[in-house]
């Protein structure tokens, strides 16, 4: 399953390392499409590519922490 969403992080989390967290505690592939990241805010688009229920574990664990998770819909594979 793919889907894409947009990551939006607040100050606290802009420096903290959790794409790569993401992926080891979810075993999903983020693939980032587009980002803007500084020193006070960022966001990054991206599509989460993994089980169902990874993915849903990872947005639900990403907005536990803080971040704020828009869900831009699923990726159709041609």
């Not at 979810?26 to 020193?39: T, Y």
């Not at 993915?55 to 704020?68: F, P």
Request: proline share 5%.
């Amino acid at each position: 399953m793919n889907t894409r969403v947009r990551l939006t992080f607040p100050e606290e989390l802009v420096r903290e390392p959790v794409v790569a967290q993401l992926v080891r505690r979810f075993d999903v592939e983020p693939n980032i499409r587009r980002a803007n990241v500084e020193a006070h805010q960022g966001w990054i688009i991206c599509e989460l590519a993994g089980a169902p229920e990874a993915i849903e574990g990872a947005v639900a664990w990403l907005e536990e922490i803080g971040v704020s998770v828009d869900r831009l819909g699923d990726v159709l594979e041609s």
